[in-house]
């Protein structure tokens, strides 16, 4: 079942949309918002709340690169690995990002402080090599400010 | 010069308020076209020439006359804002979007009124946050100020409007794909025809338009065609963002006049090469867009003039190749990008780019074989235009043509020192 709230969070995009499917994008970020990431289980009480059957939304979940179908840790970096940044060396800024947390791309640290994933372009390419923490966006990344800026995200 | 769409907007500051917006002229384009006919605003916009900044550079006034009008349309009807950018090197709309949200929104309400329009959204991509947050607000402020809702300005015709942030996945910025998304469904293309202005959202007459073709409209609606044509170096009219990315001084974006030349963006905007470094090509518009040499650097970025070239203007955010850079290693990038986000649907695509991606990575690590060149090229062939469902895989193989072209000798140079001899 899903919580109050996030009934609550889901219902108030529901009356701009034509059909209580459209909203299924919407409660799976919800859903997310409030567990961090889409089990299983989130995953059905979302798709019972809209009516739609699991496998459906299964379907649009898998879909995003911005749904978690897996636990992520407390924050989430992106490192941009498309082409401005590449060119601008993304690799060595990766690689140095897999040195310092000590986990390969993809993966949590065991502390389940960071999850660091590769994702394409991030919209920040005249700033390349760019990456994300949570929301927040960092351009023009040195590998050597990486310990000033992770160290913001306990 | 004049510079219509980033005249609000200073780097590093909010954007305008409402209030802001308005006293520097906003919303008076909205109630001069309130005052006209739907199809009067449909003809002025056709009359300035404005042609899709999405990339595609289809007649925007054209593509609002196909949407059915007057009482036996059928209702309700949609307009989408495609601001989903995430064609990799592109950056253009973000600072319209994040920088003067109010004018997307009048373009928008405008573009909705034109066509008859009942609802809008706005389909945005998720990393764009800062974006969202002014959107949202500006959205609010529009709806106080009587821009929005049952009965707008009190000319009778009402538009809701509502804002969707898109989970991330490139093919939703094709618009049927993106269409699929808004109505829940997983965002694989839809054969065409029926073309969404016929059936389009939940089967309604729809119009996708991209955030920097719509944020053109309020300015040709105040000025008119003429005004419009004026500001192109050619027969193409308006502005242009245009961007560079790459080993460039200062790489960034400028609001300059449609036909502005290539070098001219390269070395006076973006400040030459880096030091120590030579230019050796570009994509004018984003990844799935045909290589350009020092040959076509004189070439002016507007439509036709880039198509003669051999390329697309795109998105018109160029992506600068230099000579330290190895160019298979680029092509191995921008193909792992257009294989990880194949939606899977067609076969061509989704096992084609998956066989190029790996043959590129066998060139860079040194188990390539002489034939893998012919079967690249091939491939190019084979994914091309009228293979697959929709332009994904045609576009992947833009730069690999070109790219086979005009850097032979460095694929040839991978397979006789076994592997990337830049590493």
Aim: with cysteine; hydrophobic share 40%.
């Amino acid at each position: 079942m899903l919580s109050a709230a996030e009934q609550r969070d889901i219902e108030e995009v529901l009356p701009q949309l034509p059909e209580r499917r459209a909203a299924c994008i919407d409660a799976l970020q919800v859903v997310q918002r409030h567990r961090g990431w889409v089990s299983d289980e989130g995953l059905a009480d979302a798709a019972a709340f809209l009516g739609i059957s699991v496998e459906e939304m299964e379907g649009v979940a898998t879909f995003y690169n911005g749904i978690f179908r897996k636990p992520v840790g407390r924050h989430v970096i992106r490192v941009c690995d498309s082409v401005s940044c590449w060119i601008m060396g993304c690799d060595r800024l990766k690689e140095a990002l897999q040195a310092r947390l000590g986990v390969a791309a993809g993966a949590s640290t065991a502390d389940g402080r960071f999850t660091l994933l590769p994702n394409v372009c991030l919209g920040h390419c005249d700033h390349g090599p760019a990456l994300m923490v949570d929301d927040d966006l960092f351009g023009d990344v040195e590998p050597q400010a990486l310990d000033g800026i992770l160290d913001g995200y306990r | 010069m004049e510079t219509p769409l980033t005249r609000n907007i200073l780097p590093g500051r909010e954007p305008p308020t409402r209030r802001a917006y308005e006293r520097s002229g906003g919303y008076t384009a909205l109630r001069q076209a309130l005052r006209m006919t739907p199809q009067e605003v449909q003809k002025r916009v056709k009359d300035s020439g404005l042609r899709g900044r999405g990339g595609a550079g289809f007649i925007t006034g054209l593509k609002w006359t196909f949407v059915p009008m007057g009482d036996d349309a059928p209702r309700p009807k949609y307009l989408v804002a495609n601001a989903d950018e995430m064609e990799p090197g592109s950056f253009k709309d973000r600072l319209l979007l994040e920088g003067d949200p109010h004018q997307l929104l009048e373009g928008m309400i405008i573009a909705a009124y034109a066509i008859q329009a009942d609802m809008a959204f706005i389909f945005l991509r998720w990393a764009y946050r800062r974006a969202a947050r002014h959107l949202e607000q500006a959205i609010a402020e529009a709806c106080e100020g009587g821009y929005l809702g049952s009965d707008i300005l009190g000319s009778g015709y009402g538009l809701d409007l509502h804002l969707h942030v898109s989970a991330g996945r490139y093919m939703c910025g094709e618009e049927t794909a993106l269409l699929n998304a808004l109505e829940g469904r997983r965002a694989n293309p839809r054969s065409k025809p029926p073309f969404p202005p016929v059936s389009g959202l939940f089967g309604k007459p729809t119009t996708v338009n991209n955030v920097e073709t719509l944020c053109n409209v309020p300015h040709i609606v105040a000025n008119g065609p003429d005004w419009f044509k004026g500001l192109g170096r050619g027969s193409d009219g308006g502005t242009k963002l245009y961007g560079v990315s790459g080993k460039v001084k200062r790489p960034g974006l400028w609001e300059l006049p449609m036909g502005t030349p290539a070098r001219e963006l390269l070395e006076e905007h973006a400040g030459g090469m880096r030091d120590g470094v030579r230019f050796r090509g570009l994509l004018p518009g984003g990844a799935s867009t045909d290589f350009l040499v020092a040959e076509h650097l004189d070439v002016p970025m507007d439509f036709d003039s880039v198509q003669k070239a051999g390329s697309r203007l795109g998105t018109g955010t160029m992506i600068v190749l230099d000579d330290q850079t190895c160019p298979v290693g680029m092509l191995r990038n921008l193909e792992h990008f257009f294989a990880q986000e194949s939606c899977g649907w067609c076969t061509p695509c989704w096992s084609g780019l998956a066989w190029v991606e790996r043959m590129l990575a066998d060139l860079e690590e040194g188990r390539a074989r002489p034939e893998d060149l012919e079967q690249l090229e091939a491939h190019t062939r084979l994914l091309g235009p009228g293979h697959t469902f929709c332009a994904l895989a045609p576009g992947a193989m833009e730069p690999l043509q070109s790219g086979l072209k005009y850097f032979r000798g460095d694929f040839e140079e991978h397979l006789r020192a076994g592997g990337c001899p830049w590493k």
